[in-house]
């Protein structure tokens, strides 16, 4: 059984850095993805990174390029989401997600997802 265990949120001011943490354990994809979506009160879900394992290539949101980098261990099967800058329109649920990569795509294009737990992360002005 795939596990995601997300980790890294809290409360932090805006200007302010956070890393988030989603280690993934109980599957052996060749090539998989982590990624990030956050939501906020009352907003929908929004995609803001992931990352590819066998190539590291990388997709982010417009809204966090320049400020935030996902990075991963493949060895320990974890990825990260270092947050710089951060604004209070940052303040969300993080949720992380893995997959196995459809061969050819990107991290965007995924299937077998599993989802971990949201970490809530505060930004204050």
């Known amino acids: 059984e795939v596990q995601l265990q997300a980790s890294g949120g809290g409360l932090v001011q805006a200007g302010g850095s956070l890393r988030l943490s989603c280690a993934a354990s109980g599957f052996t994809f060749d090539d998989y993805a982590i990624g990030w979506y956050r939501q906020a009160p009352g907003k929908e879900r929004e995609g803001v990174s992931c990352i590819s394992s066998s190539d590291g290539s990388t997709y982010y949101a417009d809204s966090v390029k320049g400020r935030f980098t996902i990075s991963s261990d493949n060895a320990k099967n974890t990825g990260y989401l270092q947050m710089n800058s951060l604004k209070p329109e940052d303040t969300a649920v993080y949720y992380c997600?893995?997959?196995?990569?459809?061969?050819?795509?990107?991290?965007?294009?995924?299937?077998?997802?599993?989802w971990g737990q949201g970490t809530l992360v505060t930004v204050s002005s």
């Open positions: 997600v893995t997959g196995a990569v459809v061969a050819g795509t990107s991290c965007l294009h995924r299937y077998l997802e599993v």
